[in-house]
């Protein structure tokens, strides 16, 4: 019975650390113009981080007294993806992670 317990308790841990996100960062691997275009973004003073979520989602990270910019941010570097990278992205600002301020789109 106590066997039991501890293979269930393990399982749900399992379970709860396996997310999309995670799993996106582990077996999705960035084309060449994904990872060119995050390095030049990830040089911009008013970027924190950079990174992708999905072959589509690329989140990037601002410092809180960039909120307000937020939705400008998001469309420029949308602007600026239709033509470096050529393929479908939604781009999502945030402060806090998790949270998208704004998100831009390109299909």
């Given at each position: 019975?106590?066997?039991?317990?501890?293979?269930?308790?393990?399982?749900?841990i399992?379970?709860?650390?396996?997310?999309?996100?995670?799993?996106?960062k582990?077996?999705?691997?960035?084309?060449?113009?994904?990872?060119?275009?995050t390095?030049?973004?990830?040089?911009?003073?008013?970027?924190?981080?950079?990174?992708?979520?999905?072959?589509?989602?690329?989140?990037?990270?601002?410092?809180?007294?960039q909120?307000?910019?937020?939705?400008?941010?998001?469309?420029?570097?949308?602007?600026?993806?239709?033509?470096?990278?050529?393929?479908?992205?939604?781009?999502?600002?945030?402060v806090?992670?998790?949270q998208?301020?704004?998100?831009?789109?390109?299909?």
């Amino acid at each position: 019975m106590k066997y039991i317990k501890v293979l269930t308790l393990v399982a749900v841990i399992s379970f709860g650390l396996f997310t999309i996100e995670s799993y996106a960062k582990n077996y999705y691997t960035l084309t060449a113009s994904q990872k060119h275009f995050t390095a030049i973004n990830s040089q911009l003073r008013n970027f924190r981080s950079v990174e992708w979520v999905s072959p589509v989602s690329m989140w990037v990270q601002i410092p809180s007294s960039q909120k307000s910019r937020a939705p400008e941010l998001a469309n420029t570097i949308e602007d600026r993806a239709r033509d470096a990278l050529k393929q479908p992205v939604c781009v999502h600002i945030y402060v806090k992670k998790g949270q998208s301020l704004s998100r831009s789109c390109v299909y």
